[in-house]
Each structure stands twice: as C-alpha cells, then as structure tokens.
C-alpha cells in the first residue's frame, strides 16, 4: 500500500468502517512523510506552508488510488491555522491486522521540519567523522562526537592547564610575559638592522608617515559628527560643509550614526540633514542635550539707555518796545476843483388841509369836513365847520449851491505822549521733556571677524 495524503476538515467526525471520504474536507496535503515504529504502528507527518487559514477537528489518510485509509476525529479543535503560522501535523496510526512494515508513503522528497540556525526543527546527529570534518550544517553534535574531536586536537584531556591560562590572557604583552619571551622587536628596533620586526607587509616604518599610503583610514582624521572651522574655500577631505543639505543615510552612514535625524531627515526613514550654520551665525554652546540642533534668535547682554531734560522751572517771559516820543500823525486829502451841486425835491402828490372857522352854509366845491371839531390855540368851536383847503397839485422844488474852488480837508490825530508798551508769556510751571533714543543695528548680534568654512566630519 502506498500513502499518499491527509485530508483535513473542520467537522466532528465519527469514523465507520463504510466511511469513503471525509466529511466536510477543506485542505488536502499531498506532502506526507512516516515510516513504521513499530510492527503495528506507523508515524506520519505532513505540513502546509500556505497562507490558508482554518480549524481541524478531524483527519483522514488517503492511499495513492483515493482509498480512504484511516480516519481521526473528535469535537475539540486539533489545531488552528493562521495566515502566518505552518501547520505541522503529526500522528501515529496502529493497524489491529495490517502490519505497518506493509504501509510505504510515496513522496521522498518531503523534508521534515529540519532544524537550522534561524528556526527550531527535527535534527539528525552526526557521527564522528562529520563531526572532525565540520563541513556539515544540517546535522547536531553530540557531547561524545566532540570530546573525541577535541581529544584528537589537542590530547587527551585538552586544553591543559598552562592553554587555559594562555586563552584566558588578555592581551599580547601578558602572553609574552608569561611564556617568558621578550621579542627582538623590543630591543632591536629602528630600520635598517635587519629585522623582520622593521617591516610592516614590506615597508619600513617611514612609508606610514605619508598620509597618502595609509589604507583603510577613517575618511577624515576627525571624528564622524565633529565639526571643524576650517580657512580654505572648500570642504577638507572627510569633511562637509555644514550647509543643511539632505544625505542618504546609505551614503553616509557613520555620520549618520552619530548625528541621527537631530537635524531633520525624510518622512520615508532614508534620509538626514547635516546642520545649518547661517550666514553671520555661529556655533553656540549647550550644557542640555534636549537643546542640541536648536537655532537661537540670538540676543545682547540686557542694558538699558538713560535720557532727561532738566526742569525749567516755572517761569514767564518779558518783552517790551521803546518809546517814541510825544508825536501825532498826519493826514490829508486830495484837491477835488471848482465845482457845485445841483438838486430837487421830490412832489408829494395832491393834498389839502384843513382850515378852521368857516361860515356856516359855505358849500366848497372840492368838498369840506363840516363836523364839529376842537379848534386851535384851546378855542372849541362847534357851531361853524371846518373845510378843506383847495388842492395845490403835485410839484416840487429845486436848488444849487455855490462852487467853493479847488479845496482839500485836513485831517489831524492827537499826540498820545512818550510810552512803550510791555508784552508778557505766561508761565507755564515746572516741566521736562520726552526723548527717545531710535534702535540701530541688524537682526544678528556677532563681533566683527573674519569669515571661514564650518564642516562636519563624516
């Protein structure tokens, strides 16, 4: 009979001898491997790697020709399969009458788990010839195989006592010292006598102290993050101009082992920046590390600037003019010539007035008041009336006057003596001033000096 594979199903199952084909399968594993324990009992193993994902609660083994060959269940969960994780499944069958010396299983390809460096796994032991050979990374080393390796290293009983010294020794001098060696070197140095002791791959002492010939040197004799002042126009070798550039960390990176993202870098993880030195800034000093890559404003020493106006005190101010003398102005008009006026009067239209003490009986023909009226000069007369006067008519009246000859009129003011008049300020009482003083300068606050290069060391 030849094995061929698990099934796997996530229902209870409750195997018979008519049972075909398992109940609810989900999973079937072609990858099988087993081998006869004992004359009635086998041991198989299958794995799945895949990224499936279920639950198994029952098992069936399957012959080559789709035979359902055993089957396995029970209402608890046999293992979970997760996205992640490998399944490994591993079961011992027992046959009542088969014997399992019958049953071979058909992929002999199938590796089972085997145990490595990076993952935990079914190991087989080595013999000892593996174990002296040390070519073979697949297979353990047991306590017997290694003594007998290191017995034939080292004798039996290896390391003795005076080798363990030797391996617990610290550094070269010690060793020396306790084998009782003093080399030639120590007496014997300097180039030129002969010794081996001179040469260093071939070359004397003297070649090493051209920096040209050093290999595998740091890129800078400073160390990675170190900044330096430096008075040439370009970057030494080694070194960067601290100009806030963005780097590759791959490009650079010791200085970015020293220096990190204290500066900035990309969101991505692959980048950093070097410091930014401004134009007219400096390098300052920090006792907190929290601080380290933060800029200052920059700042003076706090002063302050006096200023006053001294008090005037209360007070006026006089003035005055200078007398003049007793005087008077004149003045005069000019001549107009001979000449005269001529004018009228303007009529004052038709009227009449009333007389007093007429006859009685008189009748006037423009007419009369004859009512009784109080007379004049206190007299009362009431037994005569009292008529009008004849209208005169509408006229008027006209007059000149005599021309008086070229003329003029002189005009004359009053002389108001000697005087001066006075003028006063008011006072306006004790007082002072504002001054203000204007701010110069610029936004940085440096003493003068000479400008050079600040680079960092990578």
Same mark, same amino acid.
């Given at each position: 009979m030849l094995a061929h594979s698990l099934g796997l199903t996530a229902e209870v199952v409750e195997a018979h001898r008519e049972m075909q084909s398992l109940p609810g399968e989900h999973t079937r594993l072609q990858s099988i491997r087993g081998g006869a324990t004992a004359r009635d009992t086998i041991h198989v193993t299958a794995r799945d790697a895949t990224d499936a994902t279920y639950s198994v609660r029952g098992i069936g083994l399957y012959l080559a020709?789709?035979?359902l060959l055993a089957v396995y269940g029970q209402p608890a969960v046999l293992a979970e399969k997760s996205t992640q994780a490998v399944l490994l499944l591993a079961a011992d069958?027992?046959?009542a009458d088969i014997a399992a010396t019958d049953i071979t299983f058909g992929d002999t390809n199938f590796d089972l788990n085997v145990g490595t460096e990076e993952k935990a796994g079914v190991l087989e032991l080595a013999t000892p010839t593996e174990t002296a050979t040390g070519t073979d990374a697949t297979r353990a080393v047991h306590s017997k195989g290694l003594r007998e390796l290191l017995d034939a290293r080292f004798g039996p009983g290896a390391p003795t006592a005076l080798a363990k010294k030797l391996i617990a020794t610290a550094t070269e001098s010690a060793v020396r010292q306790l084998l009782g060696l003093k080399g030639a070197s120590l007496k014997d140095d300097g180039e030129g006598n002969g010794l081996d002791a001179d040469l260093l791959d071939g070359k004397h002492g003297a070649h090493y102290l051209a920096w040209e010939n050093l290999t595998g040197v740091p890129a800078s004799a400073y160390m990675p993050g170190q900044v330096i002042t430096f008075a040439g126009k370009t970057a030494p070798s080694g070194t960067l101009v601290c100009d806030g550039r963005e780097l590759l960390r791959t490009d650079y990176p010791r200085l970015f082992a020293a220096i990190g993202t204290t500066y900035g870098g990309n969101a991505e993880g692959t980048t950093f920046k070097l410091p930014k030195v401004d134009e007219d800034s400096g390098v300052i000093h920090t006792g907190d590390p929290a601080k380290v890559g933060q800029s200052s404003a920059g700042s003076v020493i706090a002063h302050t600037h006096s200023a006053s106006a001294s008090a005037a005190g209360a007070h006026a101010h006089s003035a005055g003019a200078d007398a003049v003398g007793d005087h008077a102005h004149g003045a005069w008009t000019d001549g107009q010539g001979h000449h005269g006026h001529t004018g009228g009067t303007n009529w004052v239209g038709d +009227?009449?007035?009333l &007389?007093?003490?007429a006859d009685a009986g008189i009748a006037y023909p423009w007419g009369g008041d004859y009512n009784n009226h109080a007379g004049s000069r206190g007299n009362v007369d009431y037994d005569n009336p009292w008529p009008n006067t004849?209208?005169?008519?509408?006229?008027?009246?006209?007059?000149?006057?005599d021309g008086n000859g070229t003329?003029?009129?002189n005009i004359g003011m009053n002389g108001a003596g000697s005087h001066s008049h006075t003028i006063n300020v008011?006072?306006?009482?004790?007082?002072? +001033?504002?001054?203000? &003083?204007?701010?110069t300068g610029s936004a940085r606050n440096l003493p003068a000096g000479i400008r050079m290069l600040f680079c960092i060391a990578f």
């Open positions: 020709d789709g035979t069958i027992q046959f +009227h009449q007035h &007389v007093p003490f004849s209208p005169a008519g509408g006229h008027s009246h006209a007059y000149s006057t003329h003029a009129h008011a006072g306006v009482g004790d007082h002072s +001033h504002a001054i203000t &003083v204007g701010s």
